[in-house]
């Protein structure tokens, strides 16, 4: 693990040569001013110039009224503010950083207001006037803490400006992977942030999550579980225990929606958890730590996995009402001290308070901080902080580069739905997808792709009519039967010629832990995305052809069933049991 980083830092270097090949081939068409964007949204920070750009003309007057961060506070406290203009500034704020703008009112240091210090009845009057420009362009305002002194000469109010979406489509989402330990807590937690109320110390919370009997009769959760929760433009949870809303319901009354991932916690489930991590590509992974057992058996495997793909982790200690307090001082003890060690590298912060939270909600990625939530499922304590920074975290943006790319989909599941036919769910890599249009899928176990058209779209059961990249979808599938499609296929825009599945692929590897050696003809199953299939060393560039833990190497493997829809730069992950190594695709061999 010491050697993580250092690793993390080639795959970086090997998936930009890739896309530099890519690039110059003519495979697509990339826009330089988006790269910098997707480079910016990878940081989780809008750059601090782009706000000091902005200026805006009040064109409802003959008067020229530029506004930007250095001036829109001293404007908000004229006698006539600018609102109109201040609108269109709050805008493109917003649209700078990808939907959502968190700022700080009465903060110097701040993105879009800066400012000295400001009395409380400043900071209501610029709240006031901020409202007035919000609803003039279709974006909402909430009021995250607010923080006064004695003599109310000096405030601070912390704010979140959100954009209304006037579509379905068009609301943004958090992918957020939930693993832990079997045991933890994980499916209880889920149920309280999407269904609301609390738990009674015996699992009512958990049942509303399960998919199978086996689950219900075991409490132990053993397939991917998907929950959603909602909050609206001004910030407020749109979901409630008093009021049972569908999950079109929700998104239709939510600006962002938080995307759960329920991961199986059992080691027999490790292949079902390793495939929704890679699978669903998750923005952020939230690890669940039982206070009374510690970080003990699979959650130090999926702590290493979520570094390996370089996924943002935070930690909920869950059960602190039933753990002593010797005990849970222990557990705490020993994850500040796994955080702090040299593979993980990070700094554990308490977040006690929602202040704490809707601040470091937006740097503890480039800053390396691991927030630690002390949750209780029974009492409720320590859920408002999570909920405060479920809101607060920004989604991950792919850039309009992206978008303009051809079609790539990948499938993650299957169902065959009555009068809807074979429908497929996954996330769209690239491009964009619509109704009727004309697509491809496969490959099968010849490497072949069927040509078919989409018949329906859905985004978390609620219809759409349009997906771009980087969304999460479910698309219904024209003259295609269930038994033809699988996980791990893609549907891809038409093309002539069709594309090429691939049996060999060279990668670039470390190994994590094998306890002997790794050699040619070695079996491993690996995990591309949502590929998920044994792979068999065929080559490598170690010079005694053997490889040992901590060793890198060039590798060259074959799948053992079937060719797949593979490419250059993609990450892989391979394992026989538990985790053994990853790395990064260099060269498909056709």
Request: charged fraction near 25%.
């Amino acid at each position: 693990m010491a050697q993580l980083t250092d690793f993390r830092r080639e795959i970086d270097s090997i998936h930009e040569q890739a896309i530099k090949a890519q690039r110059e081939a003519g495979h697509v068409k990339w826009i330089e001013a988006g790269k910098q964007q997707a480079k910016a949204a990878k940081s989780h920070k809008t750059p601090d110039a782009e706000f000091d750009k902005l200026s805006l003309d009040k064109e409802d007057s003959g008067d020229s009224v530029d506004i930007n961060a250095n001036n829109a506070v001293e404007l908000l406290l004229s006698t006539d503010p600018p609102i109109d203009s201040m609108g269109r500034y709050v805008e493109d704020c917003i649209r700078l950083s990808r939907g959502e703008c968190v700022a700080c009112i009465g903060n110097k240091d701040d993105d879009v207001f800066i400012s000295g210090t400001l009395s409380f009845e400043q900071t209501l009057a610029i709240l006031k006037q901020l409202k007035k420009a919000c609803k003039s362009v279709d974006c909402g305002l909430g009021v995250l803490y607010q923080r006064v002194s004695d003599d109310e000469q000096e405030a601070v109010i912390k704010i979140i400006l959100r954009r209304l979406p006037s579509s379905p489509e068009l609301f943004q989402e958090v992918r957020l992977a939930v693993c832990g330990n079997v045991d933890a807590g994980k499916s209880t937690l889920l149920g309280i942030l999407s269904r609301g109320g609390l738990d009674d110390g015996r699992g009512k919370m958990r049942v509303n999550l399960f998919r199978h009997k086996h689950e219900i009769d075991s409490g132990r959760t053993s397939s991917v579980g998907l929950e959603i929760m909602g909050f609206d433009h001004e910030g407020n949870e749109v979901q409630s225990y008093s009021q049972k809303h569908s999950w079109d319901e929700v998104c239709k009354k939510s600006s962002k929606i938080v995307s759960f991932i329920d991961l199986a916690g059992h080691e027999r489930y490790l292949k079902t958890t390793i495939f929704g991590m890679t699978g669903t590509q998750p923005d952020y992974a939230a690890l669940i730590v039982g206070a009374n057992a510690g970080l003990v058996g699979m959650s130090k495997e999926h702590l290493a996995i979520s570094l390996a793909l370089d996924v943002p982790v935070f930690i909920c200690v869950t059960k602190i009402d039933m753990a002593p307090q010797n005990v849970l001082e222990q557990t705490l003890k020993q994850l500040s001290k796994i955080l702090k060690s040299p593979g993980c590298r990070k700094t554990p912060v308490f977040i006690r308070s929602k202040e704490e939270a809707a601040d470091i909600s937006t740097r503890f990625v480039s800053e390396r901080i691991a927030p630690i939530f002390l949750i209780s499922s029974v009492t409720g304590s320590g859920i408002p902080q999570l909920k405060t920074f479920l809101n607060v975290i920004p989604p991950a943006s792919t850039g309009p580069d992206l978008i303009e790319q051809p079609l790539e989909f990948m499938i993650n599941d299957v169902y065959s739905v009555p009068y809807a036919g074979t429908v497929v769910n996954g996330i769209v890599n690239a491009g964009s997808i619509r109704p009727n249009d004309t697509v491809m899928v496969g490959p099968d176990s010849l490497g072949n792709f069927i040509t078919t058209a989409v018949k329906s779209m859905q985004r978390k059961r609620a219809n759409v009519n349009v997906a771009e990249a980087g969304q999460s979808v479910s698309l219904a599938l024209k003259r295609v039967r269930r038994n033809n499609v699988r996980k791990g296929q893609v549907v891809i825009a038409k093309t002539e010629p069709p594309p090429k599945a691939s049996w060999r692929f060279v990668g670039n590897i470390l190994i994590l832990y094998h306890s002997t050696t790794i050699k040619q003809s070695y079996q491993a199953m690996a995990h591309i995305g949502s590929v998920r299939q044994t792979v068999k060393v065929v080559g490598l560039d170690s010079g005694n052809g053997l490889l040992r833990t901590g060793d890198r190497a060039s590798v060259v493997f074959e799948f053992i069933k079937g060719p797949e829809y593979i490419k250059e730069g993609m990450q892989l992950l391979f394992r026989e049991g538990r985790t053994k190594g990853l790395g990064v695709i260099s060269k498909v061999i056709d």
